[in-house]
């Protein structure tokens, strides 16, 4: 007892001077660690902070800003400017436009079913859908409808707003005035709002003796089955090679792309992949029937800038299998996935949330930055990379999955034969820039 009681007395000054070093030495890596987490929420707020500041703005304008102004689209506008921080792709779907989508996505809606573009601040008539309400009482190519309801429509800009004023509920009616070529007076026309199915696949048929030509113009719900009635239509008529018509595609859903891909490579082929932020988040697509058009069959695909999405997906997979041959432009190169989110204000997002691989595990998203209009005009502007030595040196390589013949990657699909711009005369030209209807328009109404 003696000898432990010794012990300790000695013991005991050692311990109490480890203890006070150690409780300081907590005590400065708290002090530390505090001030590093408050440094680290000064530099980077919480969401809900920025998201009280937003609203702090909101108001401030509101009440001090020196003009009137709408909160809703000032809102809109923010929702936009955060998206364009994200990449071109993930984009903000008002209330009133979100329902336009869904049709288009749908391949029905209700109106009086036209195609239409706004030229030179003319409200034109692209074309009638056949069998529509628009057809059927005479709108023709070409018309430039000028009132709506009485309503001047010269000068519209958005197209949302003449998606607005021409459609309406099955049964009701509109009235439209229509400037035409040849005709000194405005033609009047009362027509009764219908369901119209829009085809994805409008056009099929033999162009010459053998060989059949298929235009699909978007991957809507049903694209698939149509495309495979097509199909089947010719074959029944004795067609042994088939051309795809892919320009102008600017895509539409992922499942469609897949099944009609498997309409021209075999059953349990990859047909695609994707792979998002995380890992183990690949998702792998494959073809689950046997196709509509035997393996020995020609299969020639027409693509161009304009062919983009779920229409790269049908290229590169035809491709990749060595399938068929890929003919025009470069593909625009969207690879990216996106998947809608739907808002508490009726709107919704649709958010990028992973990138699209073709079975050789080519990417096809190019490259992009900030700036979406440079993005979105660089495809466009008449340069192909396929015609520049330099740019597809740069390229990464990938081999096909059959002959093992040379691919590239990150920049849309390139074809296996590339059509140049200059190729076209003056006339072809014009008409790819749709100035065709000044022309159409004046000499269609003039008689011979």
């Not at 920025?50 to 909160?71: C, D, I, K, M, S």
């Not at 009609?260 to 994707?274: D, G, I, K, P, W």
């Not at 025009?328 to 990028?352: D, M």
Request: proline content about 5%; aromatic content about 10%.
């Amino acid at each position: 007892m003696l000898f432990y009681n010794l012990f300790m007395s000695r013991l005991r000054p050692w311990m109490h001077a480890r203890i006070r070093i150690v409780a300081f030495l907590t005590i400065l890596v708290l002090i530390v660690t505090s001030g590093v987490c408050e440094a680290q929420k000064a530099r980077k707020p919480t969401i809900g902070a920025q998201a009280h500041t937003l609203g702090q703005l909101a108001e401030l304008v509101r009440r001090q800003y020196f003009e009137q102004t709408n909160p809703v689209e000032l809102y809109h506008g923010a929702i936009e400017g955060y998206l364009t921080k994200l990449d071109p792709h993930s984009t903000y779907i008002t209330p009133e436009d979100l329902q336009q989508t869904q049709e288009r996505l749908r391949g029905s809606f209700e109106g009086i079913g036209i195609y239409f573009d706004i030229i030179g601040n003319y409200l034109t008539v692209l074309s009638p859908i056949e069998g529509s309400p628009a057809y059927q009482v005479g709108l023709l190519s070409g018309d430039k409808i000028v009132k709506i309801d009485g309503r001047s429509s010269l000068g519209i800009k958005k197209t949302s707003e003449v998606t607005r004023r021409l459609k309406g509920p099955k049964g009701s009616r509109v009235q439209v005035s229509v400037r035409r070529s040849g005709e000194d007076e405005l033609i009047e026309f009362s027509i009764v709002r219908d369901k119209i199915e829009v085809p994805s696949v409008p056009y099929a048929f033999e162009v010459v003796p053998g060989i059949g030509y298929v235009k699909i113009n978007r991957f809507s719900s049903r694209t698939a089955k149509d495309l495979r009635s097509s199909l089947e239509d010719l074959k029944a008529e004795g067609i042994r090679k088939f051309i795809l018509d892919l320009r102008g595609n600017g895509g539409g859903y992922l499942e469609q792309a897949v099944a009609v891909a498997n309409q021209f490579v075999e059953r349990e082929r990859l047909v695609v992949y994707t792979e998002g932020r995380y890992k183990n988040s690949r998702e792998d697509h494959f073809a689950k029937a046997d196709p509509v058009i035997g393996t020995d069959v020609p299969v020639l695909v027409l693509v161009n800038s304009y062919s983009a999405s779920a229409s790269e997906i049908v290229a590169g997979a035809i491709q990749d299998y060595d399938r068929g041959i890929i003919v025009g432009r470069t593909t625009f190169g969207k690879g990216l996935v996106q998947k809608q989110y739907s808002l508490k204000n009726g709107g919704a997002v649709l958010l990028t949330v992973a990138r699209y691989f073709t079975p050789s595990d080519r990417p096809i998203q190019r490259p992009f930055s900030e700036d979406k209009s440079s993005y979105v005009t660089a495809a466009h502007d008449g340069y192909d990379p396929n015609q520049d030595p330099d740019s597809l040196s740069q390229k990464p390589v990938y081999f096909t999955k059959v002959l093992h013949r040379k691919v590239y990657g990150s920049g849309g699909i390139s074809p296996d034969v590339t059509l140049k711009v200059d190729s076209l005369n003056p006339f072809e030209r014009r008409l790819s820039k749709r100035l065709f209807f000044e022309f159409a328009s004046r000499h269609a109404a003039t008689p011979f």
